[in-house]
């Protein structure tokens, strides 16, 4: 969500003195997978068809003789398939999660083989509303249908066909990731070892539907919008930057907005009296809006949080029951949710773990006391390293999976 | 805030099963009272000086010969004059807190005066960004200058002084209500013999600016707005209805929000699978929208906004001390929070109260188990028209004033 490669967490150092966790992975590679070609189009879950699909993704480790180290990261809403690394010597910018994913970090590169793909109906590589429509010639807009977390994991599945990967060791992402965690979990339940839900939920709120909902209003409501069809002409910034300022909020905390902000003014010993930025968290804001806008897809942004509301354990999975809906999965668990994380709070976390253990799952659960909110998940954390590092290794270990043979 | 004279009620009133509280005070009328006539325009708390100024006002009750039993009662951000009962015999619609002003009710009208005037900045009759600039004959729009709730709280010093009120049994208000309340008693000492203070604060946290920044921003993207000059032509309804949307999830909680929504669809059985509203929740936004820009101008938001971003009784009063601020005040308090308000939590309701025991005030705290959030200071409660009742008892009993002499 927040922080995710958009220079968030160059914002954030400023506040919060951390390290990157070790020496990176290095130099990476964007690839590109292209499948389900027209009359093979992949059926989606509304029932429409979709293809050719085009999959950005990228790796890091080497797998392992048996392919039985696969890790499959999975990027939250306006996230990309660079978690880790650097595209070229002279890039200054890791990926999203570098300091998690790399040689002898939480997500040991030396150890395992880490995927990460661009979600369907993103922006970043992988097919979305943005891409050419091939019926038309032009892109999709608001022709490109809407999909579902369970279609993301879908055309994740036909990746790993590609790769030839049968076996996942673990699925781990936080937010709208942790959402294609779970579903991973109940959709190929034989293919998945073990998994790491972090700062998620197994269903939006009502809060979370409505900033979701807001967000998509902003936009559009932007005259630039334009039904969707604004890829020759002026695009929608204002709303979508206002779409963003209102996520932004939700990804921190009153907390943490209060230590970091508080009511400090910018640049300024006293108000301005007109509607300028007076106070620190505006111009804060603003700044990310403007930021948002150049990097990422009004469209997507609909189609992604759309995916989001729409998703459901309880009754996609379960026909109204969540502790039905887990019976379905076999793998280890790890949940993690955090403190101050408002957006999806422990007791959401607290809700599958349960469903979870009534099934007799193997599940491990922690809440981090953090106070950044539902960005703490992305951001520095000691524990979280030391929680992943080790869930990896007991489940190598109980499974015999993920054998460092390289 | 929201709920104010919008048909909010109603809204709620689908799920909260409610009685008005009693009998209505009958038919009321809105006055006028104009002053500050150039050259003697009044000079705002910027420098700035604005006049003339009128005052939409309203008044239940009847003033006894003493003049001692006035209760001021402020409304909040959308808010306006007419806080209790109709504007004819026919009128369907009563005032925004008729559940809690007349004969017999929290604030009696058989045995106070009761004043409500709308706020300086504000669309409901009192002069605004609305009214016409005398300099110029038409709209101030953005020429009108950025006012203070101390400016707001000035004017209605001066109403007062109109209708020889120089005493003030008590002021009572919530949310940017609770922060005019709070400015009478550190503004004009002498006049307030008590104060109630409703799911409020002393200044505005990161997190409510955010918000209310955030819904400025989605005003001042719609191209309708013209820098505030739309008086002639379209209104930036669009942008305007997207920062309502923002507030009233302000004002609800994540466990109102379920209760009411959950995620209940709209009127049909399945997903949509495109961007119209499929919850319920979305719905309900969408509607709180449309309605509000039929009776809200969008300046006023940005001005009462600003306005409560500016408020700060520690800077403003205290140098930097809160307890330095309400050395000022002579007031007896009654402080009143809500459980699930994350708007105005009860910790800053908390602070508040410590500053004024540091003082040696008589003060009063409750906080009030609800699980409307924001939202429940409008609603009926019993346990508040007790607390409200017997705190103006205790207030007339105490200090002589109020004798129901009429």
Request: aromatic letters at 12%; proline letters at 4%.
């Amino acid at each position: 969500m927040i922080f995710i490669n958009d220079g968030g967490n160059e914002e954030m150092s400023e506040y919060i003195e951390h390290d990157t966790g070790g020496v990176s992975v290095g130099v990476v590679k964007k690839r590109y997978f292209t499948f389900a070609e027209p009359p093979h189009e992949m059926i989606l879950e509304s029932g429409a068809k979709l293809g050719p699909i085009t999959i950005a993704y990228e790796t890091c480790g080497t797998l392992n003789e048996s392919r039985s180290n696969v890790v499959i990261v999975e990027h939250a809403l306006t996230g990309d398939s660079h978690a880790a690394g650097y595209y070229s010597e002279n890039d200054t910018k890791p990926g999203w999660w570098d300091i998690m994913v790399g040689p002898g970090k939480g997500i040991d590169t030396d150890k395992y083989f880490v995927v990460c793909s661009n979600i369907l109906g993103s922006c970043m590589g992988t097919t979305g509303p943005g891409f050419n429509n091939p019926r038309t010639g032009k892109p999709y807009g608001l022709d490109f249908p809407v999909v579902t977390i369970g279609d993301m994991v879908k055309a994740q599945k036909a990746l790993c066909d590609h790769l030839g990967i049968e076996k996942i060791l673990s699925v781990i992402g936080g937010s709208i990731g942790g959402f294609q965690v779970l579903e991973w979990c109940l959709r190929y339940p034989d293919m998945v070892c073990s998994a790491i839900p972090l700062a998620t939920t197994a269903r939006h709120s009502a809060l979370a539907i409505a900033f979701n909902e807001v967000g998509r209003q902003a936009i559009m409501a932007d005259p630039n919008w334009a039904n969707g069809s604004y890829y020759s002409g002026p695009k929608p910034d204002l709303g979508l930057a206002v779409a963003r300022m209102i996520g932004h909020i939700t990804y921190l905390s009153d907390e943490s907005m209060r230590h970091k902000f508080g009511r400090k003014l910018q640049d300024k010993n006293d108000f301005s009296f007109n509607f300028d930025a007076d106070f620190q968290v505006e111009s804060y804001l603003r700044h990310q809006g403007e930021k948002f806008i150049e990097r990422f897809d009004a469209n997507s942004f609909l189609y992604i949080t759309k995916a989001a509301d729409y998703f459901d354990l309880k009754n996609q999975h379960g026909g109204g029951s969540t502790v039905r809906a887990f019976s379905k999965a076999k793998a280890k668990f790890m949940v993690v949710s955090f403190s101050s994380d408002w957006l999806y709070p422990t007791y959401q976390s607290k809700a599958m773990v349960k469903a979870m253990k009534k099934n007799g799952l193997d599940v491990s659960f922690c809440e981090i006391d953090a106070e950044w909110g539902h960005d703490a998940f992305l951001l520095k954390s000691d524990r979280l390293t030391a929680l992943i590092r080790g869930f990896l290794e007991r489940v190598c270990r109980e499974t015999g999976q993920g054998r460092h043979e390289i």
